[in-house]
Every structure is written in C-alpha cells, then in structure tokens.
C-alpha cells in the first residue's frame, strides 16, 4: 500500500516537472468535427510526429475535465530552418469521445462556426503541454 502511494506521488511530481503551462487557441471546424489546438507560443525544439499529452484548463469542460490529459500527436510545428518565427504548434483533435467532444463544443460555443478566411484567431485557453515525446522521422 504504501509503495503504490509513493509510486504515484512521484508519477504526479514527473509529470508537473515535464508540463509547461501555454495560451492556446481554440479552432472549430465543423465540416469535419474536429478541434484545432493552436499553440503560437511553441516556436522550435517540437517536431511534427511527436506526441504531446494535453490538458485543458477552462471551466467549459467541467471541472473532472481539468485533471484529465489526453495524447496526441503533433500536426505542425514552426522549422527552424525556414528562418521564420513560424506560426506555433498545431494539433487536430477529431471528436470521438466525451473529451474530445467537450472540447469541440467548447470551441464552437465560443469561437462560432466559421470557416475560411472569416475564421476569428480562435477562442483562449490556457492548456498544460506534457511532452513532446518521441522522434519524429527525418525527412529525405
């Protein structure tokens, strides 16, 4: 008993040691029900393919929400061999489950249902980023 409880304390305190705290923005896509976390402060050191684990910290999700974190992996991320600031880190997150679909109702909700160049930058949110893990593959 006393194992499992240490086990997990040091679990948790790994865990906030590898999370960052981000301003995201929140982007619905209603054609295809899905979720674009946009990150504009991850400029380098992240790259597409690696896995990132999230969690959303807004109040839409209800409350059991804040402690859940879920997997995904990374759809862009700036290069730094382009020599540009870049435009952030991106991922897509389809509506499958409760949790994703909270959060595509939370981005429809606030941000609107527009698609193309009216689309608005996207609706604030802080999330916490544990992660990137993996290596991405090289390309030829």
Sequence with gaps: MV??????????????LTSRLHIAYLVALPSSKSTIVHMPSVRSGWLPGQNVRIRVLTGGMGLNAIWESHPFTLMSVPSV????????AKLVVKAAGDWTNKLFAVAIKKDGDVEGPRRSRGYPVAVLIEGPYGKSLPLA
């Design 3 to 16: 194992f499992s409880v240490l086990a997990i304390g040091i679990s948790a305190i790994f865990r906030v």
């Design 81 to 88: 061999a382009e020599g540009s600031d870049g435009d952030g």
